[in-house]
């Protein structure tokens, strides 16, 4: 009745291949965009910036990055904790080396500086396929981690082998450090997340996204209309680095402020990123969205429900979390491989009919 | 080169038929102890259609194989528009211009009929990734090129109607018109097709067969098949080649091959008396 296409016609390929082709659709993300960047901002509380927002907005990040390299180019990696790391510890190395150097290429820097690190890491895959290289890419999780820990160039020699993020202002607004303002935090990330989504959108409707589709879902025949697979998973390991690698550094310098390797950015971030497009959706960027709002949610509302309104020990609510996620994704993996986003287009379908049953 | 060599000819039906776009010399292929195929050669006419038929295990599918480069045969030599080829990746093959369908269907399953033929325009965009990601520009243009490219192929081949449709979802018979029109896509100077009418059934087959007959005639495109249906194959190959437990035992006109006594003891047995 309300989400139709019927008169929304498409008279070249230009319109019939925009991101958003039913007119309602666009005008909700329009209205989406419009909040996050002029009401949200002003209108939250610390709260809800440290418990829901920021965390939701850099996963969101990670949950593209990945979703490019497994979802849309089927190449598994468990070793997103450790690209974040790499991330990370690029932002402070360059933040420390180069006080002048303003925050917001130093976050795009150590983007491209995991890209580089995850094509190395992405190398096996022309060889080793699906679980294989799931196991390669977690010797690459444990590795990073391990060398930086070890390596004391890392965090500049720090006792605790804690690195903190000095103080970096954009437009006069602190944006790291003890002073940054959660809103200023919170506008500096959906900046990058929003160029990330947009980018995301672009590459996987064009040639290299369908050559990644082509790799994911029958090789052979992806060689034989003259995809190079080699470049191509390289291609998705470098651009999903680049993503990851963003991610981290945010998550350090921007949301954590300080971190420690092994607690930040263990095997735990990886397999939690792994969840959000699993439930999410693979190969589909709302469903990364979904995916990182439903993990980040989760806990959140779990708690606020059976700690805070029902009275549980707050514990016993941590388990109750685990116990959903871990039958969520049974869940999906048996009934909608495809996630929430496949749930969501269902329902668009269903809407596009009602009340018609088809 | 030598498409415009002096042996060219006009066939009844009015298609020229140029020089040798393709030759295959003294090819040998071995899997360890096994010899797949031993010592064949024949060549590939431009504009005709080449069919290569044999019983099952006879070598062709591997014949193909050996052209656009999954197999690398230990002897011989293919030379591709009269130049030798050296030994090349299948993606390489794929970028000089020889395409090919698959015998079990190896679509894109998870994509559209759209984008599964779209992905076949591969080779022809040049986009830079930077450029694709910006979108505006350069790749848009590029994209709109080949997309009025593309939907040329989805009217030729009748399949506008499931042009939105996953790939996976369609029926097997127009899985394979999807699968031709994504090596069309391609403009390819040689087409492979893996026995394109396996599985059908008449009018499918009757159907397939104008495709590839259109497909010769109208866009000029030299096809090379593999065959079971020896109906179909008579009828509108130009020449045939046979094979037989990895040996040539026949090439030439469908009527030559038909009378050729190797190719009939080949087919329905010989007596051992």
Same mark, same amino acid.
């Given at each position: 009745?309300?989400?139709?296409?019927?008169?929304?016609?498409?008279t070249?390929?230009?319109?019939?291949s925009?991101?958003f082709?039913?007119?309602?659709?666009r005008r909700?993300?329009?209205?989406a965009?419009?909040?996050?960047f002029?009401?949200?901002p002003?209108?939250?509380t610390d709260?809800?910036?440290n418990a829901?927002?920021?965390?939701?907005?850099i996963?969101?990040i990670?949950?593209?990055?990945?979703?490019?390299?497994?979802?849309?180019c089927?190449?598994?990696?468990l070793?997103?904790?450790g690209f974040?790391?790499?991330?990370?510890?690029?932002?402070y190395?360059l933040?420390?080396?180069f006080?002048?150097?303003?925050?917001?290429?130093?976050?795009?820097?150590?983007?491209?500086?995991?890209?580089?690190?995850?094509?190395?890491?992405?190398?096996?895959s022309?060889?080793?396929?699906?679980?294989?290289?799931?196991?390669a890419?977690?010797?690459?999780?444990?590795?990073?981690?391990?060398m930086?820990n070890k390596?004391g160039?890392?965090?500049?020699?720090s006792a605790s082998?804690?690195?903190?993020?000095?103080?970096?202002t954009?437009?006069?607004?602190a944006?790291t450090g003890?002073n940054?303002?959660?809103?200023v935090?919170?506008l500096?990330?959906?900046?990058?997340?929003f160029?990330?989504?947009?980018?995301t959108r672009?590459?996987t409707?064009?040639r290299i996204?369908?050559?990644?589709?082509?790799?994911?879902?029958?090789d052979?025949a992806a060689?034989i209309?003259?995809?190079?697979?080699?470049?191509?998973?390289?291609?998705a390991?470098?651009i999903?680095s680049?993503y990851?690698g963003?991610?981290?550094s945010l998550?350090f310098?921007?949301?954590?402020g300080?971190a420690?390797?092994?607690?930040?950015f263990?095997i735990?971030?990886?397999?939690?990123?792994l969840?959000m497009?699993?439930?999410g959706?693979?190969?589909s960027?709302?469903?990364?969205?979904a995916?990182?709002a439903f993990?980040?949610?989760?806990?959140?509302?779990?708690?606020l429900?059976?700690?805070?309104f029902?009275?549980?020990p707050?514990d016993l609510?941590a388990?109750?979390n685990?116990?959903?996620?871990g039958?969520l994704i049974v869940?999906?993996?048996?009934?909608?491989?495809?996630g929430l986003?496949?749930?969501w287009?269902?329902?668009?379908?269903?809407?596009?009919?009602?009340?018609f049953?088809? | 080169?030598?498409?415009?060599s002096?042996?060219?000819?006009?066939?009844?039906d009015?298609?020229?038929?140029?020089?040798?776009i393709?030759?295959?010399?003294?090819i /040998?292929? #071995? +899997?360890?102890?096994?010899? =797949?195929?031993k010592?064949?050669?024949?060549?590939i !006419?431009?504009?005709?259609? *080449?069919?290569i038929i044999?019983p099952?295990?006879?070598?062709?599918s591997?014949?193909?194989?050996?052209?656009n480069?999954f197999?690398?045969?230990?002897?011989?030599e293919?030379?591709f528009?009269g130049?030798?080829?050296?030994?090349?990746?299948p993606?390489?093959?794929a970028q000089?211009?020889?395409a090919?369908?698959?015998?079990?269907?190896?679509?894109?399953k998870?994509?559209?009929?759209?984008?599964?033929i779209? /992905?076949? #325009? +591969?080779?022809?965009?040049? =986009?830079p990734?930077?450029k694709?990601a910006i979108? !505006?520009?350069?790749?848009? *243009?590029?994209e709109i090129e080949n997309?009025?490219?593309?939907e040329k192929?989805?009217?030729?081949l009748?399949?506008?109607?499931?042009r939105k449709?996953?790939v996976?979802?369609?029926?097997?018979g127009?899985q394979k018109?999807?699968?031709?029109?994504?090596?069309l896509a391609?403009?390819?100077k040689?087409?492979?097709?893996?026995?394109?009418?396996?599985?059908?059934?008449?009018e499918?087959?009757?159907?397939?067969s104008?495709?590839i007959l259109?497909?010769n005639?109208?866009?000029?495109?030299?096809i090379?098949?593999?065959?079971?249906?020896?109906?179909?194959?008579?009828?509108?190959s130009?020449r045939?080649?046979?094979l037989d437990?990895g040996?040539?035992?026949?090439?030439g006109?469908p009527d030559?091959?038909?009378a050729?006594p190797?190719?009939i003891d080949?087919?329905?047995g010989v007596?051992h008396?």
């Amino acid at each position: 009745m309300f989400y139709r296409e019927a008169g929304d016609y498409k008279t070249s390929y230009v319109d019939d291949s925009q991101t958003f082709p039913i007119a309602l659709d666009r005008r909700i993300y329009m209205a989406a965009a419009v909040l996050a960047f002029l009401v949200v901002p002003f209108v939250m509380t610390d709260y809800l910036v440290n418990a829901i927002m920021m965390p939701f907005l850099i996963f969101a990040i990670a949950a593209l990055g990945l979703n490019i390299l497994t979802g849309y180019c089927g190449q598994v990696s468990l070793g997103t904790g450790g690209f974040m790391a790499v991330g990370a510890y690029s932002t402070y190395k360059l933040m420390t080396a180069f006080p002048d150097l303003n925050i917001f290429f130093i976050v795009i820097l150590s983007g491209i500086i995991t890209a580089g690190v995850g094509v190395l890491f992405g190398l096996p895959s022309l060889r080793i396929k699906g679980f294989y290289l799931a196991v390669a890419t977690l010797a690459a999780q444990f590795f990073l981690v391990w060398m930086f820990n070890k390596v004391g160039w890392f965090y500049n020699y720090s006792a605790s082998g804690q690195i903190s993020a000095p103080e970096r202002t954009v437009l006069g607004q602190a944006v790291t450090g003890a002073n940054a303002a959660p809103w200023v935090s919170y506008l500096f990330c959906l900046v990058f997340v929003f160029a990330l989504a947009w980018l995301t959108r672009n590459l996987t409707r064009g040639r290299i996204g369908r050559s990644w589709m082509a790799i994911r879902d029958m090789d052979i025949a992806a060689e034989i209309i003259g995809v190079n697979p080699l470049r191509t998973k390289l291609s998705a390991f470098a651009i999903s680095s680049f993503y990851i690698g963003i991610s981290g550094s945010l998550f350090f310098a921007v949301y954590l402020g300080a971190a420690e390797v092994g607690e930040a950015f263990g095997i735990q971030k990886s397999f939690l990123v792994l969840f959000m497009i699993i439930i999410g959706g693979l190969g589909s960027i709302f469903g990364s969205f979904a995916g990182a709002a439903f993990m980040v949610l989760l806990p959140v509302i779990l708690k606020l429900f059976f700690a805070d309104f029902i009275g549980w020990p707050t514990d016993l609510v941590a388990h109750l979390n685990f116990i959903i996620v871990g039958g969520l994704i049974v869940f999906f993996l048996i009934v909608e491989p495809h996630g929430l986003a496949a749930l969501w287009r269902t329902i668009k379908e269903k809407l596009r009919l009602w009340p018609f049953p088809h | 080169m030598n498409d415009m060599s002096p042996d060219s000819y006009t066939t009844a039906d009015g298609r020229t038929i140029g020089g040798k776009i393709m030759e295959v010399k003294n090819i /040998t292929l #071995r +899997f360890g102890g096994v010899v =797949a195929i031993k010592d064949i050669s024949f060549d590939i !006419r431009e504009g005709e259609i *080449r069919a290569i038929i044999g019983p099952n295990g006879a070598g062709k599918s591997s014949m193909l194989n050996v052209i656009n480069g999954f197999y690398h045969p230990q002897e011989g030599e293919i030379l591709f528009r009269g130049e030798k080829r050296g030994p090349m990746k299948p993606y390489q093959i794929a970028q000089q211009g020889i395409a090919r369908t698959f015998q079990n269907i190896a679509l894109f399953k998870g994509m559209s009929t759209l984008d599964n033929i779209m /992905t076949g #325009r +591969f080779t022809h965009m040049k =986009a830079p990734v930077w450029k694709q990601a910006i979108w !505006r520009g350069e790749a848009e *243009r590029e994209e709109i090129e080949n997309r009025e490219v593309v939907e040329k192929i989805i009217d030729f081949l009748e399949i506008q109607a499931i042009r939105k449709t996953p790939v996976g979802r369609l029926p097997y018979g127009l899985q394979k018109r999807v699968e031709l029109g994504r090596a069309l896509a391609a403009e390819p100077k040689l087409l492979l097709l893996d026995e394109p009418m396996a599985g059908m059934n008449v009018e499918e087959k009757e159907d397939m067969s104008r495709f590839i007959l259109d497909v010769n005639d109208e866009f000029g495109t030299t096809i090379a098949l593999i065959e079971h249906d020896m109906g179909v194959v008579m009828d509108i190959s130009d020449r045939v080649v046979v094979l037989d437990y990895g040996k040539k035992i026949g090439d030439g006109t469908p009527d030559e091959v038909r009378a050729n006594p190797e190719v009939i003891d080949a087919y329905l047995g010989v007596s051992h008396d």
